[in-house]
């Protein structure tokens, strides 16, 4: 399995980190990709990856904080994005539930960090919350870069919408939430091609661990429910969502070839 959407640079991980990582690979998580929120985080990211093997680590900006965005933050992450394990952009995008920062900024903060990953030729990991429309019509501006739609909470008619724009779309704890039938029922709808699974741990830890910190080794629970939606062996799913996210970040082969 590939843990595609973590933040084991959370600092509720930074006393056991390593138990964590140790913990995930018993589970039968061969990769965990680390997603940064800010540059604390992105650089944190990095460092796990540098320290172990199995960990990549994506750089980027939250919508919350797009109000702390300025030329010489743009400069940083273009550099700290030219790291040999940084594998995408992200996570970015438009939060308007929270709207810790202006939608105006935010709205301009994420074209930023688009055009970036377009620079770089790298994907994009995407945030979208409260704002599908917004985030839609943004991600048409840049039709070259491909993009992962994290958590994705949307309308089934939105996912269609995206993977007609060749996009991922990844599914975390909330889908085995006892109450999310709608959910469940978009995810029916999408084929495992085009699915990547995800903790977003620390939080949206699955059932039956919900209250708990959530960690990678959790994953196989979303394995599951992913396997029993689809009506499908949890063999394929597994197989299936490891391959999507090797195609989508690119994650170089054992020649070290991307």
Not at 43 to 69: I, Q, S, Y
Not at 95 to 118: I, K
Not at 219 to 234: D, N, S
Request: aromatic share 8%.
């Amino acid at each position: 399995m590939i843990d595609s959407h973590a933040h084991l640079n959370d600092p509720r991980f930074a006393e056991d980190v390593a138990e964590v990582v140790t913990r995930a690979q018993e589970a039968g998580v061969e990769a965990i990709v680390n997603v940064g929120y800010d540059w604390t985080s992105s650089l944190t990211a990095v460092e796990l990856a540098e320290r172990f093997p199995g960990l990549w680590a994506v750089v980027g900006l939250h919508p919350h904080d797009a109000k702390l965005w300025d030329e010489e933050l743009h400069r940083r992450f273009q550099e700290l994005a030219g790291h040999a394990k940084v594998l995408a952009i992200g996570e970015t995008g438009l939060d308007y539930y929270y709207d810790n920062s202006p939608r105006d900024e935010q709205r301009a903060v994420f074209r930023q960090q688009l055009a970036l990953a377009q620079e770089l030729g790298l994907p994009v990991v995407i945030h979208s919350r409260e704002a599908a429309q917004d985030t839609l019509d943004i991600l048409k501006e840049y039709p070259d870069i491909t993009c992962l739609l994290h958590c994705y909470s949307g309308s089934l008619e939105m996912a269609q919408t995206y993977l007609q724009m060749g996009y991922y779309l990844s599914f975390g704890g909330p889908i085995t939430f006892q109450n999310a039938h709608k959910l469940r029922s978009v995810v029916a709808g999408i084929p495992l091609e085009r699915i990547l699974l995800e903790t977003d741990c620390p939080y949206l830890t699955p059932h039956p661990h919900r209250g708990k910190r959530n960690e990678p080794a959790f994953l196989g629970l979303i394995a599951e429910k992913l396997a029993e939606i689809h009506g499908v062996p949890v063999e394929e799913v597994v197989r299936k969502t490891a391959a999507n996210a090797r195609r989508f970040f690119r994650m170089p082969d054992e020649e070290g070839k991307r």
